[in-house]
């Protein structure tokens, strides 16, 4: 019998600090955690919440939280988070999919969810208080087994209904061990976080790490680039989206003295434009790591820690991890060209949540995840990706790879950044199209954009439609919404 949590109680008591404020100051020790997560736990048992419940979460970010994830851990339910900006038409359908046993939400929420749902609400503030008396009792990390679900993640939902990712305690045991060797994690990290923790990146990624080695981990609740940059000094790992470090630039105060305690900077969620990373390197003389997830799978390659990191990459697989680019008909493709990238290994999930028709439809015969991304491999073994499937573009019969257009404008000189998506056309089917967001430098039109692009490109990959904008749509990890750019511009 396994539960994952056991993994991360072992580390606790290797360390003292838990979680720190900016200013250095322990607000909960590691001598605190197992009394803590005891307390939720008992919380979780006294509320009539059973092993394989769902328990749905949400609330701001802060330590209680946090504590409160791993109490669902040791308790043996089912975490479920739910990103703090959905609005009530999301929660409906969250509420009645899931139908959890527990909700947890904030104080300005708790009526609206006593309106969705029949389950045990509890409130938790953003100062940490939570609207129950706590039992101090001592509390029995709950047996589970490695296949049995821990959290649910649901994923964004941009091409459908959102689905609900199972993820098992193995498949976060694993993925947990893999990053910790991979990015030689040490006790004595302090773990920089301005992450959302609704997320694998900030929640399994930001969290996992430390906890598992007793590090501790300065802990923000919000990402602020200038609080980051005073904060550098004292902290030796920090992981944000690609926006992160964009802003991160931003603040004259980064240089190589305000990184000389940093021992890695990681990046992930969104993929990395190659200057950001050159830029990043020569001011803060660090090389950022770029790595590859989902939420379906936690982490899957990364850049070395030791070796050369490649800009633009995303790196090998990770140990025990299987990646392969396959052709539309499963075949694999040759070195550096395009195909499908499909993954297997223990981190990956054991499918969609009551949805077992699409599960059955996003793996192969042979039991490979699709990840539903465009991906290439060189020739050392490095894996590019290249965009989503739903965001190829189909022109006139052929394939155009938005990441390819992209990369060259964003080396355009004026473009700060861009994206690139297919609207319809009557003639080609879909046009190629460029939305830019200018560095303010240059006076760019249009004609300047698409003559650029047809120096260095076949004709077919041309822009014909040039949009620019104050700034591109995002979720709340970074991630370009191409969704709403297709909608604003068709």
Known sequence: MTNVYNLFSSGAKQGTSFIQDGQGNTRYSYDQFDALTS??????????????????????????????????????CIYLPLNTAYKVDELVYFVNDAEPTLILCDPKSEALFRKLSNANIYTLDNEGN???????????????????????????????????????HGNIESNSKVLSASWGWQCNDVMLHALPIYHVHGLFVGSHLPVMNGSPIIFLNRFDAAAIVELLPTSTVYMGVPTNYTRLLAQP????????????????????????????????????????????????TSNPLNGNRKGGTVGPPLAGIICRIVDDEGIPVAKNDTGHLELKGPNVFSGYWRMPEKTAAEFSPDGFFKTGDLASEDEDGYISIVGRNKDLIISGGLNVYPKEIETLLDNFDGVAESAVIGLPDPDFGEAVSAIIVTDGTKNLQPADITAYVKEKVANFKATKHVFFVDELPRNAMGKVQKNKLREMFT
């Open 39 to 76: 307390q939720y736990a008992n919380l979780l048992r006294s509320s009539g919440v059973k092993a394989g419940d769902r328990v749905m979460v949400q609330v701001e970010k802060s330590p209680e939280s946090l504590l409160f994830y791993f109490a669902c851990l040791r308790f043996g």
């Open 130 to 168: 939570i609207n129950a008396d706590l039992d101090d009792q001592a509390f029995d990390t709950a047996d589970r087994l490695s296949d049995d679900v821990a959290v649910i993640i649901y994923t964004s939902g941009t091409t459908g209904r959102p689905k609900g990712a199972m993820i098992s």
């Open 253 to 300: 105060e980064l240089g190589r003295e305000s990184c000389k305690n940093m021992r890695l900077f990681i990046s992930g969620s969104a993929p990395l434009l190659t200057h950001t990373f050159n830029d990043f390197n020569e001011r803060a003389g660090h090389t950022i790591i770029e790595r590859y997830g989902m939420s379906e799978t936690g982490m899957n």
